[in-house]
């Protein structure tokens, strides 16, 4: 990912971040910016050149404009080399055109080269279409968090 192509793509993200949490239970709308923004000045203290972590440009076809971009980790736990997609993004006019799908099937690829054994992600209760996406492309639900709201502040 170009330098430029981060900046506008981190604008947008601690945003998108924001109201996904929000819209989810997990945060209140006050304060809901700066603390995303903390969790990405945490998560890429480097921005692009954060050790381990790896931002890509999806683009329609080489050369093209581009449609969305690809963040994911590369982590040790337990023993285990995996690979952690902290973000993935297709611009709405190119969704259901297969971009995603190409991007994940790439990251596939990237991850067999690296000995990586396994990739994950988290993917809000709302968002139905990256969930039914990822199950499509053969993820499985390893956890599930849940909320009650009681009201009040």
């Known amino acids: 990912m ?39 000045a945490e998560l890429l203290p480097l921005g692009t050149k954060t050790p381990d972590n790896h931002l890509y440009e999806i683009r329609a076809d080489a050369g093209s404009e581009t449609v969305g971009m690809l963040w994911f980790a590369i982590v040790k736990r337990n023993g285990i080399r995996s ?3 902290y973000d993935v ?23 067999r080269e690296r000995d990586i054994s396994n990739i994950g992600l988290h993917v809000f209760s709302f ?5 039914a ?6 993820y499985a639900v390893t956890g599930i968090n849940m909320i009650k709201r009681l009201g009040g502040a």
């Open 127 to 131: 968002n139905r279409g990256a969930q």
């Open 2 to 40: 170009t330098s430029v192509a981060y900046e506008k793509y981190l604008r947008d993200a601690v945003v998108k971040y924001a109201e996904s949490n929000v819209s989810s239970g997990r945060w209140p709308k006050e304060g809901s910016i700066e603390r995303s923004k903390a969790a990405y």
């Open 83 to 85: 690979a952690f997609v």
């Open 89 to 111: 993004f297709v611009d709405p006019k190119f969704r259901n055109q297969g971009h995603a799908t190409r991007a994940f099937k790439a990251l596939e690829d990237i991850a």
């Open 133 to 138: 996406l990822y199950e499509k492309l053969g």
